[in-house]
C-alpha cells in the first residue's frame, strides 16, 4: 500500500502540478495507511493473547487426562481404553 502512495506522490511531483483532488486523495490513503496498521497491531496483540490462552487450557487438559487416568488405575480400570474397555463391565 505504502508504495502505491509513493508511486502517485512521485508520479504527481514528476508531472508538476499538484491538484487538490490529488491532495485529498493522497491524505485519505495515508490516513487509510495508519488505520491498517493499527488495526494489524491489534490483531497481533489479539492473536499473542490467544495463543497464552490456548496454552493455558492444554496445560490444564494434560493435569485433566492424568488425574483421570490415575482415577482409573485406583479403580482397577484400564487408563488407556485398551480392547474396547471404556469401563463397562462385562457378565
Not at 502505491?4 to 508520479?11: T, Y
Not at 490529488?22 to 489479539?46: C, G, N
Not at 482415577?71 to 480400570?77: H, K, V
Request: hydrophobic letters at 45%; one cysteine or more.
Amino acid at each position: 500500500m505504502k508504495f502505491w502512495i509513493l508511486f502517485v506522490v512521485l508520479s504527481v511531483s514528476a508531472i508538476g502540478e499538484t491538484t487538490p483532488e490529488v491532495e485529498r486523495e493522497i491524505s485519505r490513503l495515508e490516513t487509510k495507511i495508519v488505520k491498517l496498521e493499527r488495526e494489524v497491531s491489534q490483531l497481533r496483540a489479539d492473536a499473542r493473547d490467544l495463543r497464552g490462552e490456548i496454552e493455558q487450557i492444554g496445560v490444564f487438559l494434560i493435569f485433566f487426562g492424568m488425574f483421570c487416568a490415575l482415577w482409573a488405575q485406583n479403580t482397577g480400570r484400564n487408563a488407556w481404553f485398551n480392547n474396547g474397555d471404556v469401563g463397562i463391565q462385562r457378565r
